[in-house]
Nanobody
């Protein structure tokens, strides 16, 4: 089992940047594929970015491609989401998620129901 805690959210002006972190405790994060999702008021939780358990293969939602970067540091049991060029449409609660993966591979997971563990979320607000 793994416990996830996000940090780094806040208020930023359009065009600005934020870096979200998600620290994992319990079972080492190297056993998991990891992802970031977000949920805006009145909307469903949506995929943002994912990174594989091995070789850090990544995948992104079209809406953030070229602006956001997901990365992981297994030595620190942490996954990051670097967000550049933020716009008001990026305003949401951002969640990190972990999926237990028993094999070494480059599979990324983009559906919320594929994940086993979730953090509590961190608010990102982008003002125009």
């Amino acid at each position: 089992q793994v416990h996830l805690v996000e940090s780094g959210g806040g208020l930023v002006q359009a065009g600005g940047s934020l870096r979200l972190s998600c620290a994992a405790s319990g079972r080492p994060s190297s056993n998991y594929a990891l992802g970031w999702f977000r949920q805006a008021p009145g909307k469903e939780r949506e995929f943002v970015a994912a990174i594989s358990r091995s070789l850090s293969s990544t995948d992104y939602a079209d809406s953030v491609k070229g602006r956001f970067t997901i990365s992981r540091d297994n030595a620190k049991n942490t996954v990051y989401l670097q967000m550049n060029g933020l716009n008001p449409e990026d305003t949401a609660v951002y969640y990190c998620a972990a999926k237990s993966v028993s094999f070494f591979g480059t599979t990324r997971y983009t559906r919320p129901d594929e994940y086993d563990y979730w953090g509590q979320g961190t608010q990102v607000t982008v003002s125009s």
